[in-house]
C-alpha cells in the first residue's frame, strides 16, 4: 500500500473513534438534564394533553392546568386533579420531535463522509467541490433520518423522576 493511503486510513480512524466519542457525550448529558429537571419546567406544556404515569404504574391521560415545583394541577377527564411529586415517576408528551432523528441522519452521513476518505489527492478545486458534496450528503442523511423518525410514533419524555 502506498504511504499516502496508510496515514489517509489512520486519519479516518482516529476521526470516527473522536466523533463517536462526542456523540456519546452529548448524548448522555441531554438525557441527564432531563431526569434532573423540576417539575416547574412543564410549565410551558400548560394546556396541553399529556401522559402522567404513577409511581404505580398506571398512565393517566391529563391536561395540564398549572405545575408547581411539589405537584402538579391537572384535569382528568374534566375534573380538577392534584398529583404530588412523590406521586409522579414520568410525564410524557404523545409524538416526539424529528431532531433525534436528524442529528442521527446527519451524523451517520458525517461518518460516511469520514470513512470514505481515502481517495488519492486531486488537482486544484477539489477542495471546495469536496466540501459541497459534503454539506449535500450529510443534509440529505439528516433528511433522510427526520423521514424515518417522523414515521415512527412514540412519546417524548418530559419529566422523569429523580
Do not use: K
Not at 415517576?89 to 433525534?100: H, L, W, Y
Amino acid at each position: 500500500m502506498s504511504g499516502w493511503l496508510l496515514t489517509s486510513l489512520r486519519e479516518v480512524r482516529v476521526r470516527g473513534l473522536c466523533l463517536l466519542v462526542c456523540l456519546v457525550l452529548a448524548g448522555g448529558g441531554a438525557v441527564q438534564a432531563q431526569r434532573d429537571a423540576p417539575l416547574q419546567a412543564l410549565a410551558p406544556y400548560t394546556g396541553q394533553v399529556l401522559t402522567l404515569r404513577t409511581r404505580a404504574g398506571h398512565d393517566v391521560l391529563i391536561r395540564l392546568v398549572r405545575a408547581e415545583p411539589d405537584r402538579l394541577v391537572v384535569t382528568v377527564g374534566g375534573l380538577e386533579r392534584t398529583f404530588g411529586v412523590a406521586e409522579i415517576a414520568a410525564v410524557s408528551a404523545v409524538g416526539d420531535s424529528v431532531r433525534n432523528g436528524a442529528l442521527i441522519g446527519a451524523a451517520l452521513g458525517a461518518v460516511g463522509l469520514v470513512f470514505s476518505r481515502g481517495e488519492p489527492p486531486c488537482p486544484r478545486g477539489c477542495p471546495g467541490r469536496r466540501a459541497v458534496g459534503a454539506g449535500v450528503a450529510v443534509g440529505a442523511s439528516a433528511a433522510i433520518g427526520a423521514w424515518v423518525d417522523a414515521r415512527h410514533r412514540g412519546r417524548t419524555v418530559l419529566y422523569r423522576s429523580p
